[in-house]
Nanobody, 126 residues
Framework: QVQLVESGGGSVQAGGSLRLSCAASGFTYSSVCMGWFRQAPGKEREGVAS???????MYADSVKGRFTISKDNAKNTLYLRMNSLKPEDTAMYYCAKVGGSWCSGPRLGTDDYRAWGQGTQVTVSS
């Protein structure tokens, strides 16, 4: 079955960087859309970045220019490089997979995503 396992979270000071990883299994990784989401306490889960089959990416306005999503099809791993971190980036970060075996067009809405990891915590202090 589909399995997504995030890692790489931690505590950093504002201005610092982290790289999140999401190891995927149970599906043909190269032909799907994947995304990173985050949820802070008391807030709704929001899309941060997405990448599709062709490597086309999409970012939330709040992270454009600071975060980079990428994937390594050979390793079945999704990444999120986060630079210039701000306290407002503090949240639990989740990776997710859009339903189906093939997908084009990155997307940040949660409705199309059918499989989720357990999350990794990112805490940014000022």
């Amino acid at each position: 079955q589909v399995q997504l396992v995030e890692s790489g979270g931690g505590s950093v000071q504002a201005g610092g960087s982290l790289r999140l990883s999401c190891a995927a299994s149970g599906f043909t990784y190269s032909s799907v859309c994947m995304g990173w989401f985050r949820q802070a306490p008391g807030k709704e889960r929001e899309g941060v970045a997405s990448i599709d089959t062709f490597g086309i990416t999409m970012y939330a306005d709040s992270v454009k220019g600071r975060f980079t999503i990428s994937k390594d099809n050979a390793k079945n791993t999704l990444y999120l490089r986060m630079n210039s971190l701000k306290p407002e980036d503090t949240a639990m970060y989740y990776c997710a997979k859009v339903g189906g075996s093939w997908c084009s067009g990155p997307r940040l809405g949660t409705d199309d995503y059918r499989a989720w990891g357990q999350g990794t915590q990112v805490t940014v202090s000022s």
